[in-house]
């Protein structure tokens, strides 16, 4: 049976009546055909999911009464903080999307000396909504019950020196093979532009504290690398098992 979640960003509690947005309920009745006594699973971002049944359904709105919260499933105990130089098209939104899935904690979009794409204030804010729904609708297909932090394009030296982590890692194809430190709690991971970083950018990642590091014989896609670098640590620090 098929196990239709649904992101709402209402603060839910249980044994409640709550109306769903347009978006969601467009879904639900449109594409979906669901309807009145349909169950389904809703989450707010916080943690933690309600099933929930459907009361009232019309062309844009969707009732629902919800039962009490479940658990969920939990985050990974290693939390990583993404970094990512922002790409054209949809490679953006690829990265957002599988770094989502891969259990990242939160994604701050950079601006670095190769980056084509520049936003003004207007394109930011539809740029930084856009993404968020990316996010959100990443957290309803892949189980996730909290939503992973987005935070404004940001300057490569500025997030450089504001980030925190146990452990700090620039991927570059130049830099060193895997790393033999102990389990970190926390990670910030910059991946770079198409063009890669400049050499002055991995310098000063590494005076802030990062570590150059590369994933293997082959130079990654912007798309890829920080993707697969995700699926590594994961494996070898959080909860992706084989």
Known sequence: MRNTRIFTPQELRGDADFELEPAPSRHLARALRMGVGDTLTLFDGRGGEYPATITAVARNRVAVHTGGC???????????????????????????????ELGVGAITPLYT?????RLDAAREEKKLSHWRQVIASACEQCGRCALPGLHPPTALADWLHAVEADAKLVLHPRGEEGSGAGPPGSVALLAGP?????????????????????????????????LAALAVLQARWGDLRG
């Open 113 to 117: 000396a190769r980056t084509e794409v």
């Open 194 to 226: 198409e063009g890669g970083f400049a050499d002055e950018e991995v310098d000063a990642a590494v005076s802030a504290g990062f570590s150059s590091l590369r994933l293997g014989p082959r130079v990654l896609r912007t798309e890829t690398a920080p």
């Open 70 to 100: 479940a658990e969920g499933l939990p985050e990974s105990p290693l939390r990583v903080h993404l970094g990512i130089a922002i790409s054209r098209g949809e490679r953006m939104d690829w990265v957002v999307q599988k770094s989502t």
